[in-house]
């Protein structure tokens, strides 16, 4: 990447640009975890496309994009935690997604978008447990893995870290 990384709230219209880094990021980052990418509905474009919209219109997360120039290379999203019925949230805010596409790694655009979604304000995360490169970039921004394991979508095993 040569052009600086702008990164600025999300808007309606870069619903289409967001849904294409989302499943292109999906497919760079978690394609090794199933047998066929082409065939998985995980790293499909289009479903993406109308889950934006939504996301965008309704504000169910407060989203922000990474620039290169004119190209959306990533796209960072967080909201409040919500409580579950058997615990309180262990932070009050939660990264929900932070995604970068492979070509724009190591530009700053991940940690221009880390910095606008969240500053320093203590959240939780979920992570693949079998994504060194990021567990890497959360821990270098204060996070710790705290114990906690989940899955979703094709990742068998997430870890949740927080600071």
Do not use: C, K
Not at 37 to 45: E, G, H, L, Y
Not at 49 to 74: F, I, Q, S
Not at 130 to 136: G, H, I, S, V
């Amino acid at each position: 990447m040569t052009a600086p990384i702008v990164v600025r709230p999300a808007v309606l219209e870069d619903a289409e640009r967001i849904a294409f880094v989302h499943a292109t990021s999906w497919r760079e980052t978690y394609g090794r975890f199933v047998d066929d990418p082409d065939d998985s509905p995980w790293f499909a474009v289009g479903p993406r496309v109308a889950m934006w919209r939504t996301n965008l219109t309704e504000h169910a997360y407060d989203t922000v994009v990474a620039l290169a120039g004119d190209e959306l290379v990533g796209f960072a999203g967080t909201h409040a935690t919500p409580p579950t019925a058997d615990e309180r949230p262990v932070r009050p805010e939660e990264l929900h997604m932070l995604y970068v596409l492979a070509r724009a790694h190591g530009s700053g655009a991940g940690q221009a978008l880390l910095d606008a979604a969240l500053g320093d304000r203590p959240a939780s995360l979920w992570v693949a447990e079998d994504n060194p490169r990021a567990q890497a970039f959360y821990r270098r921004n204060g996070f710790a893995t705290d114990g906690a394991t989940s899955s979703f979508g094709p990742i068998e095993r997430a870890v949740r870290m927080v600071r």
